[in-house]
């Protein structure tokens, strides 16, 4: 049924349970398993009017490290498992997370997307919006949406 399936990791709890999701699914549909992670640098603002808030390489670096440590272990867990899945760490300063994703979804032809969701509500919601709803929007392929169970 599926034969590609990209999961998207961010280190979070939710996002672990994503790994673990997309691990069963790749082992039961005997699959080909991508890990992605994307920095979106984006995120930080880097001016306010004239006056710099944080060195701009000094972030990427920073993000790049922090996403080299999620990769690395979402990798441990699947290896644990006999999973051997192709690694992307995605980065990008024109695109957000979710932009990135879902192009590398249609660049490596994905057949299914897990992705965990925090369920936030409210002004949370609004003010963060929810990675997992833009890219439900954006991909053209079935995505299997893993909630938290905290409902943070």
């Known amino acids: 049924m599926f034969k590609k399936i990209l999961v998207a990791v961010d280190g979070s709890e939710v996002s672990n349970e994503g790994l673990k999701t997309a691990a069963e699914?790749?082992?039961?549909?005997?699959?080909?398993?991508?890990?992605?992670?994307?920095?979106d640098e984006d995120l930080l603002p880097m001016h306010h009017g004239g006056d710099v808030f944080v060195e701009h390489d000094k972030v990427r670096d920073a993000w790049h490290?922090?996403?080299?440590?999620?990769?690395?272990?979402?990798r441990k867990r699947l290896e644990a498992k006999g999973l051997h899945p192709e690694?992307?760490?995605?980065?990008?300063?024109?695109?957000?997370?979710?932009?990135?994703?879902?192009?590398?979804?249609?660049?490596?032809?994905?057949?299914?997307?897990?992705?965990?969701?925090?369920?936030?509500?409210?002004?949370?919601?609004?003010?963060?919006g929810s990675i997992a709803e833009k890219l439900a929007r954006?991909?053209?392929?079935?995505?299997?949406?893993?909630?938290?169970?905290?409902?943070?």
Request: proline letters at 0%.
């Open 25 to 39: 699914l790749a082992q039961r549909f005997d699959a080909e398993l991508i890990v992605a992670h994307a920095i």
């Open 138 to 152: 954006k991909v053209d392929c079935a995505i299997f949406i893993v909630k938290s169970s905290g409902g943070v």
């Open 87 to 128: 690694i992307l760490l995605l980065e990008s300063d024109t695109r957000s997370a979710d932009e990135q994703i879902a192009r590398a979804i249609a660049e490596q032809k994905v057949d299914l997307l897990v992705v965990g969701s925090h369920g936030r509500r409210g002004l949370q919601r609004f003010f963060l």
């Open 65 to 74: 490290r922090q996403g080299q440590a999620v990769i690395a272990d979402a």
